[in-house]
Structures are given as structure tokens and as C-alpha cells.
């Protein structure tokens, strides 16, 4: 069965919220089909479900840093609320209360980006440590392969793009 949304897609939309990996309650909405008050409906129904942490509701401060960001464009973005953003835990459980078709495979989705973001992250500290065992064994003489080693670990910058156009001459 092929994917109904690629897992880059669903990592665009993990954020990093008092050290748990969370998405917003607007995306997930987005992602399972529903309007976002109604899955906030359903999860105020079952409540229970969603302890501390498995779903946290964002404070002012943490709003600003999302729209500094641009996760979200502004709090108007918003639609005056405070947001929820929900833990791993948290998605998982949400396909508890949200069971239509499109929310199970989007869960299924969001599922497998968290799992391979866990091992892209798991992986890069396993090959630092890995550099680190070689780097005590061997000399200076190979000091530099693994300084280049750890510059290609370094994740590239992002090039912002010129603003505007740039006319055409010759054509008018």
C-alpha cells in the first residue's frame, strides 16, 4: 500500500517542545481529515487518555518561539487558542478516538516518521561515538580525515533565495 503522506512531510511538522518531540494539534488534524475542534472535541470526551505526557497545551512564550520559528505563520494562525501539541504517546492515542479510515493510515504515517526520526537521531550518535573509538586509536596523521569526517556530519545551512525577479533585457 502506498503512502498517503510522506513521512518528510510529517517531520516538517515535529517540533521539539520542553524535550518531547510533539506535533500541533492543528497539523494532526489536517493529517487525519477532521477540522482541528474536532479533534480537540474528542480528546476533551476521552480525556483520560492523555495524561501530561502524552499531550501539553502550549503558554504564551512557547506560542511567540513557534511563529519566531514560522511553524506557525501568526497567532492569529491560531484562532485565539492556545494550542495542544501531542507527544508520540500521544498520536498513538489519539487513533483511539479519532477511528475513520484516513486517521488510522495517517496514524500509521505519523508513526513511521517518528520511528525514523528516532533512528536518523540514534544514528548520528552512534557514529560520533564511533569516530570518537577511532580518533583515541589511531595518530595525528589521521587528524585530518576525521575533521573532514565530522564536517560532512554537519548538517548543511539552508540558502534563502533572492526576494523578487529580476527583469529580462532585450524584451519589452
Known sequence: MSEIIPI????????FIRGHKVMLDKDLAILYGVKAIRL????????????????????????????????????????????YVFTEQGVAMLATVLNSETAIQANIAIMRAFVKLRQMLASNVDLA????????KYDAQF????????????????KKGQIGFRPTQGKE
Open 143 to 158: 587528524k585530518v580525515v576525521f575533521d573532514a569526517i565530522r564536517q560532512l556530519m554537519i548538517p548543511p545551512e539552508k
Open 8 to 15: 518528510h512531510v510529517i517531520q516538517q511538522k515535529i517540533f
Open 129 to 136: 561515538r564511533k569516530l570518537n573509538a577511532l580518533e583515541r
Open 40 to 83: 480537540r472535541e474528542q480528546v476533551k470526551r476521552n480525556i483520560k487518555r492523555f495524561p501530561e505526557d502524552f499531550m501539553l497545551q502550549l503558554n504564551n512564550d512557547e506560542i511567540d518561539l513557534m511563529v519566531s520559528q514560522n511553524a506557525i505563520p501568526s497567532r492569529k494562525h491560531l484562532g485565539g487558542y492556545q494550542p
